[in-house]
C-alpha cells in the first residue's frame, strides 16, 4: 500500500529542499510527456519517480496507441479516417460525459502520433487485417476496438486506429516506445530525482497546491512547485483494498495488469485535496477467443444454454458482457471444422461432442437450450444474416457435430484487467473537485484519472497510453503557461 498523508500546510513548510515551475510526480507515459511539453514551454521542470528508473506500467505494456484521424500509418496503409469519423465512433460506442476531452482526444490524434514519431517511437507503414490482440510481426496498424462490430459499424466508417510500435524480440512495443520517450527526457536534460516517493501534496491557504513531500533514503523533505504539480502516478491496479472495493468480481478471480508501483498512490493524493473520482468500478478485461480468428465463427453461450453477444466483439467488451452473465460463466462452442487453442486466457478445454444432447449434459445448461440456440443459429447461417445479435457476416458458419467446448468463465480462466475510473480533470489536465472547480496548482494524467471508456464495452485497446500521452502533454504546457 502506498505511503499517503496530508495534505500539509504551506505555512508549515519551513525548508523547501527544491524549487521548480512544474513537479511532475511520475515517469510513465503521461509523465514523461507532461514534462516534455512544459520543459520545452519554458519551465522549469522537475520530475520526482518513485522507482529506480522511469517506464511504469507504460514500458510493461504491448505499446498500442489509439490513434486516428488520418494518420500517416492509417494514409499510408490506405485506409480513410477523419477526426470527425473517429468521433462519431467514439462517440456511439462511449459512454463519457467527457465530451470535451472526447473531442479533443480526437483532434489531437494525428498531431499526437507525428509527436511521438518525432521522439523516435516507431510505427511501420503496414496493416495487420486480421483480428488479434496486439502483434509481435512488425505491423503498425490493427483493428483494437468495436469498429467493425454491429452497431457501431452503420455509425461510423470503420477505420483500424490501433498503432502497434514494433517490439524488438521478446522487447515489448511499450519498452520501445518509452525507451524512445526517455531518451528524450534524458536527451533534453529533463532534471528527474529517482526512488523519490511523494508521500504528500503542500497547500496553501487558498487551498492552492503549492509543493509535495517526498520521502527519500528514509528521509522526508518539501519540494515547491511555482506553478503546478502534475500526478502521473498510474493506475490502482494493484491496490488491493481498492479493487476488492470496486470490483470485486476481478479482483476475487482475475489478474491485475501493471507493476508493483500501481497501487493507487495518484488517486490517494488526489484524495487529499478533494479531487473528483469517476468511473471507479470500470475496467477492462481480456482473456480473447481469438488468435485463431476462425474461433470468432463458433458461439459463446451462458448457463442457461444461450446466446447473448455476436461473438466477433472486441474481447474486452466480451470479457465485460460475459461478467454480466450468471455466475460470469461462459462457454464458447466451435466444431472440428474450426477448431484450434485459443492463445490466450488458458481457457479450459472440456471435451468433445458427437451430440448436442451429449453437449448439454456435460455443460449442465438446461435441457434443449443448446438445440434450440444451434438450431437458430445455423437457420441465421443459412439466410446469411444473424439477425439476433449482428455477428458480421465473413464470421458466420454452420455448425455442424463433433463439436468441441472451451469454458471460458471469469472464474475459470486467465482474465488479466486494468482498472479505467480514476481521479476527474478537464481537457488541459486540470484536477476537478465534485462541483466541477478547478483545485488550483494541481494537474492530473494517464492511469490516476478517469478513461473515456468507462466500461470494457466502450474500450479500444491504445486508449491509455494515447490518452496518457495527450493529457499529460497537455497538462504540462497548461502548467508551464499558468
Ligand atoms: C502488460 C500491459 C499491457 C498493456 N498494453 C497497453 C497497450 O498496448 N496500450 C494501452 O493504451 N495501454 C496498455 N496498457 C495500459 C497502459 O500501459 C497504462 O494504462 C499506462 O501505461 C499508464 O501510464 P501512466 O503514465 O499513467 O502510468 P505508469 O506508466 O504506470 O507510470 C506511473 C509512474 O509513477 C510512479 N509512481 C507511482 N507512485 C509514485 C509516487 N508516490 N511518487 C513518485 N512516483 C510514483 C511509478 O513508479 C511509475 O513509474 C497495458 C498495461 C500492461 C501492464
Redesign the pocket.
Known amino acids: 500500500m502506498?505511503t499517503v498523508e496530508g495534505p500539509f500546510p504551506a505555512a508549515d513548510v519551513t525548508e523547501w529542499a527544491q524549487t521548480a515551475d512544474v513537479v511532475v510526480?511520475?515517469?510513465?507515459?503521461?509523465?514523461a510527456c507532461a514534462a516534455l511539453e512544459a520543459q520545452r514551454a519554458g519551465a522549469d521542470v522537475l520530475v520526482?519517480?518513485?522507482?529506480g528508473a522511469?517506464?511504469?506500467?507504460?514500458a510493461?505494456?504491448?505499446?498500442?496507441?489509439?490513434l486516428g484521424g488520418g494518420t500517416d500509418v492509417q494514409t499510408a496503409c490506405g485506409y480513410e479516417d477523419s477526426p470527425e469519423n473517429m468521433y462519431a465512433f467514439l462517440r456511439s460506442v462511449t459512454t463519457t460525459d467527457e465530451d470535451a476531452k472526447l473531442r479533443v482526444f480526437c483532434e489531437s490524434s494525428v498531431e499526437q502520433f507525428d509527436w511521438l514519431e518525432s521522439l523516435g517511437v516507431p510505427f511501420n507503414r503496414e496493416a495487420y487485417t486480421h483480428k488479434a490482440v496486439?502483434t509481435r510481426t512488425g505491423e503498425g496498424l490493427l483493428t483494437t476496438g468495436n469498429e467493425k462490430v454491429w452497431p457501431f459499424r452503420d455509425q461510423a466508417a470503420p477505420a483500424p486506429r490501433g498503432h502497434q510500435v514494433s517490439g524488438d524480440g521478446d522487447v515489448s512495443g511499450?519498452n520501445v516506445a518509452m525507451r524512445a520517450v526517455l531518451g528524450a527526457i534524458e536527451a533534453e536534460q529533463v532534471p528527474v530525482i529517482y526512488e523519490?516517493?511523494?508521500i504528500g501534496l503542500v497547500q496553501d491557504a487558498e487551498g492552492r497546491v503549492v509543493g509535495v513531500k517526498m520521502r527519500r533514503d528514509g528521509r522526508d523533505s518539501f519540494v515547491q512547485a511555482r506553478k503546478g504539480v502534475v500526478l502521473?502516478?498510474?493506475?490502482f491496479n494493484l491496490n488491493a483494498d481498492i479493487t476488492a472495493e470496486h470490483m470485486p468480481l476481478f479482483s476475487e478471480y482475475g489478474k491485475p495488469?501493471?507493476?508493483p508501483?500501481?497501487d493507487g498512490?495518484?488517486l490517494l493524493l488526489g484524495r487529499t485535496v478533494g479531487v473528483a473520482e469517476r468511473g471507479m468500478a470500470g475496467l477492462v478485461a481480456t482473456a480473447s477467443i481469438y488468435p485463431p480468428e476462425d474461433l470468432i465463427k463458433g458461439i459463446v453461450v451462458n448457463a442457461e444454454g444461450r446466446r447473448f453477444m455476436p461473438e466477433d466483439a472486441y474481447h474486452g467488451r466480451m470479457a465485460h458482457t460475459i461478467a454480466r452473465q450468471p455466475g460470469a460463466r461462459a462457454f464458447l462452442i466451435v466444431d472440428e471444422e474450426i477448431f484450434g487453442y485459443p492463445k490466450h486466457g488458458s481457457h479450459t478445454f472440456l471435451d468433445a461432442y458427437e451430440t448436442v444432447d451429449e453437449m448439454e449434459a456435460a455443460l449442465s445448461v438446461p435441457a434443449g437450450s443448446l438445440v434450440s440456440t444451434l438450431d437458430r443459429y445455423n437457420a441465421d447461417v443459412a439466410a446469411g444474416e444473424d439477425a439476433e445479435f449482428h455477428k458480421h457476416p465473413d464470421w458466420l458458419k454452420e455448425l455442424k457435430a463433433p463439436y468441441a467446448v472451451f469454458d471460458i468463465s471469469i472464474p475459470r480462466s486467465d482474465y488479466h484487467w486494468?482498472s479505467l475510473g480514476g481521479l476527474v480533470t478537464d481537457e488541459d489536465g486540470r484536477a476537478l473537485h465534485p462541483d466541477g472547480t478547478t483545485v488550483p496548482g494541481l494537474y492530473a494524467a494517464?492511469?490516476?484519472t478517469n478513461h473515456l471508456a468507462q466500461d470494457g464495452d466502450e474500450y479500444a485497446?491504445?486508449?491509455?497510453?494515447?490518452a496518457?500521452s495527450i493529457f499529460g502533454r497537455r497538462a504540462g504546457a497548461h502548467a508551464a503557461a499558468s
Open positions: 502506498p510526480i511520475g515517469l510513465g507515459i503521461a509523465g520526482l519517480e518513485r522507482a522511469g517506464g511504469g506500467a507504460s510493461l505494456s504491448q505499446g498500442q496507441f489509439y496486439y511499450g523519490a516517493n511523494v502521473a502516478a498510474g493506475s495488469l501493471g507493476e508501483t500501481n498512490a495518484g486494468m494517464g492511469a490516476c485497446s491504445g486508449m491509455s497510453l494515447a496518457g
